[in-house]
T-cell receptor, first 114, second 117 residues
Framework: QKEVEQDPGPLSVPEGAIVSLNCTYS??????FMWYRQYSRKGPELLMY????GNKEDGRFTAQVDKSSKYISLFIRDSQPSDSATYLC??????????????FGTGTKLQVIP | GAGVSQTPSNKVTEKGKYVELRCDPI?????LYWYRQSLGQGPEFLIY????????DSGLPNDRFFAVRPEGSVSTLKIQRTERGDSAVYLC???????????????FGPGTRLTVL
């Protein structure tokens, strides 16, 4: 079993829809929870990170973490064609060397149809 | 300012050959990471450098893979006797020095797409 599970999609939605992306994890030691966006043939870019259970909002994006269920979500409101990309959930533990070691999900490919 | 750059952007090689992939991190970033991303997968950790030293190389798949960062800035990932299974996108990321409990964002380069024929 992988430490981080993510539905690969693809997910296709009409413009303006609310998108829900989800991941589950098995490692209770994860401390930081992140969402990255990756456009085709580009490197991932950090969208949001959080370290506690609950919701964190940034514009049209809301990250949700439920540590008791080991479940994280990313909601995108009023989705736009420019949101079409692969969304990677990621989680990290504090390594004994004092750095954050990141484990990524497989990514969900999202297409927003105009 | 300039982001993380990686060269070459694409590399095609034959099975058994040696390749070098280069990463230029963001200026001043002391932490540097290499990841490998296979088709349809998320990035997988390979190695982490703090300054010039490899602090964690636990993700390197075998002894054909090696990475250096001799002056604490540019890093080179070296793959000997390449195999078809090494075909993937190799991503480099850098971040500012670890600062206690603060998460330091990793900034990714565009990657090098390696194809082993």
């Amino acid at each position: 079993q992988k430490e981080v599970e993510q539905d690969p999609g693809p997910l296709s939605v009409p413009e303006g829809a609310i998108v829900s992306l989800n991941c589950t994890y098995s490692n209770s030691a994860f401390q930081y929870f992140m969402w990255y966006r990756q456009y085709s043939r580009k490197g991932p870019e950090l969208l949001m990170y959080t370290y506690s259970s609950g919701n964190k909002e940034d514009g049209r994006f809301t990250a949700q973490v439920d540590k008791s269920s080991k479940y994280i979500s990313l909601f995108i409101r009023d989705s736009q064609p420019s949101d079409s990309a692969t969304y990677l959930c990621a989680m990290s533990t504090l390594n004994s060397g004092g750095y954050q070691k990141v484990t990524f999900g497989t990514g969900t490919k999202l297409q927003v149809i105009p | 300012g300039a982001g993380v750059s990686q060269t070459p952007s694409n590399k095609v090689t034959e099975k058994g050959k040696y390749v070098e992939l280069r990463c230029d991190p963001i200026s001043g970033h002391t932490a540097l990471y290499w990841y490998r991303q296979s088709l349809g997968q998320g990035p997988e950790f390979l190695i982490y450098f703090q300054g010039t030293g490899a602090a964690d190389d636990s993700g390197l798949p075998n002894d054909r893979f090696f990475a250096v960062r001799p002056e604490g800035s540019v890093s080179t990932l070296k793959i000997q006797r390449t195999e078809r299974g090494d075909s993937a996108v190799y991503l480099c990321a850098s971040s500012a020095e670890w600062a206690g409990k603060t998460y330091n964002e990793q900034f990714f380069g565009p990657g090098t797409r390696l194809t082993v024929l």
